[in-house]
């Protein structure tokens, strides 16, 4: 095995998943997945594996849609992906096929392009494509569309908040509606900012409340050990103490299998060494590259699109606070030093905080662990990093050292 950061991973060397894999599996047999993650987690290369490695017989269709930004773009995509399918039943592709020919004055035979005039009546050509491949499979279709919440983003952008909404209103009634179709939702943004963000807008309802959410978290330690000791071994790389090297990496990495790799590509770039020293060096040589090749960046830069400036005052000193203490702080110890630095606080979520809104506080503090900034004991409640490694760049990316 050979590293490759940010590269595409053959599903037989995607490392410590196996049991993931197979709740997920065990999941889609009743339900559809959100499959949530940060960064470089890995949801992707969980997506592919489970593609590669389907354990029953469905029809399992994998798709990454990041780049689609209207409802038409997306329906167009799924006739693509689900034609070869519908070929090889017997009633072929009629609702759909019918109610295109009503809208355009012709059958669609190639998988291109649709006629500009039918662009606006994409949910009902949605409906009946994914009804017509429901209706004509008797076992199970389940639809893997990575980046989906991208997606979402993008069409709301281009097309109004009405339309994300729609879509994601018309897959949920075609779970409801077809027992045998399920969906696995993966993206590098949380979908809960693009559905709170519609709700905010004003509308209301819940269309994956039908859905599990399941977490991709870092490799288990020994997961992350045995992926770095391979990595070592497929790198040529030598050291009297292999295993010692590899269990180091995976400790100073959290187990992140991104960073895993990256250590140890940039271990073979130097040399054929490998040693305690070299990958803690890289490490600390990573966390304050101007070129961010981890994109650690991205843990600040995205706050400011998803707060306010007068929340986003109170969520930098949260995570400034939280990072320079080395125990966990609870909600009453940061409402504590909240107030006794309000003077320097200029908007008004801050003095509604120290005023006793702690409703508010509490909703900043859950949208910090939702994004993975912080974890909360199950003891006592108190908040702290998620991710060392994280929390090592705030600090130096804030000059808090």
């Not at 489970?50 to 849609?65: C, G, H, L, N, Q």
């Not at 109004?160 to 939702?185: F, K, P």
């Not at 030598?238 to 100073?252: D, H, R």
């Not at 992140?256 to 073979?268: D, G, L, T």
Request: charged share 25%; glycine share 6%.
């Amino acid at each position: 095995m050979r590293a490759n950061p940010g590269g595409e991973i053959a599903p037989e060397d995607v490392v410590g998943r196996d049991r993931l894999i197979r709740q997920l599996w065990h999941t889609l047999e009743r339900q559809s997945v959100i499959l949530a993650a940060e960064r470089r987690m890995g949801k992707s290369c969980v997506a592919k594996k489970m593609v590669a490695e389907k354990p029953y017989t469905a029809v399992v269709i994998y798709r990454d849609i990041e780049n689609i930004d209207t409802p038409i773009g997306f329906v167009e995509r799924i006739y693509q992906d689900v034609t070869p399918h519908l070929s090889t039943l017997k009633r072929g592709q009629n609702r759909f096929q019918s109610l295109m020919q009503q809208l355009s004055g012709a059958q669609i035979t190639g998988i291109g392009k649709f006629p500009d005039v039918v662009a606006r009546h994409w949910k009902a050509l949605l409906e009946e494509m994914l009804s017509d491949i429901a209706e004509n499979y008797e076992g199970t279709v389940i639809f893997f569309w990575d980046e989906f919440p991208l997606m979402l983003q993008k069409i709301v952008q281009t097309s109004g908040e009405s339309e994300a909404m729609e879509i994601l209103d018309t897959l949920r009634a075609a779970r409801q509606t077809h027992n045998n179709v399920r969906m696995l939702y993966t993206g590098s943004i949380g979908l809960h900012h693009v559905t709170t963000s519609l709700r905010d807008s004003g509308h209301c309802n819940d269309a994956t409340n039908d859905m599990r959410t399941v977490e991709v978290d870092p490799l288990a330690a020994a997961d992350a050990r045995e992926l770095a000791l391979a990595l070592l071994k497929g790198e040529g790389l030598k050291s009297p103490q292999l295993a010692t090297v590899a269990e180091v990496i995976a400790g100073i990495t959290d187990g992140i299998a991104f960073y895993i790799h990256y250590v140890i590509s940039e271990m073979k770039f130097l040399g054929d060494d490998a040693s305690v020293e070299l990958a803690k060096d890289i490490v600390a040589k990573v966390l304050v590259e101007p070129n961010d090749p981890w994109h650690l960046q991205h843990y600040r830069s995205r706050l400011n699109e998803y707060f306010d400036a007068s929340q986003l005052e109170i969520v930098l000193f949260i995570l400034d606070e939280i990072a320079v203490e080395n125990t966990a702080l609870s909600l009453d110890m940061l409402r504590t030093r909240l107030a006794a630095n309000i003077e320097a606080m200029n908007g008004q979520a801050a003095h509604q905080i120290v005023s006793g809104d702690s409703e508010l506080f509490r909703r900043i503090l859950l949208q910090l662990s939702r994004d993975h900034y912080l974890k909360q004991s199950e003891i006592d409640g108190a908040f702290s990093y998620r991710f060392p490694v994280i929390r090592r760049w705030w600090m130096l990316s804030r000059g808090l050292i």
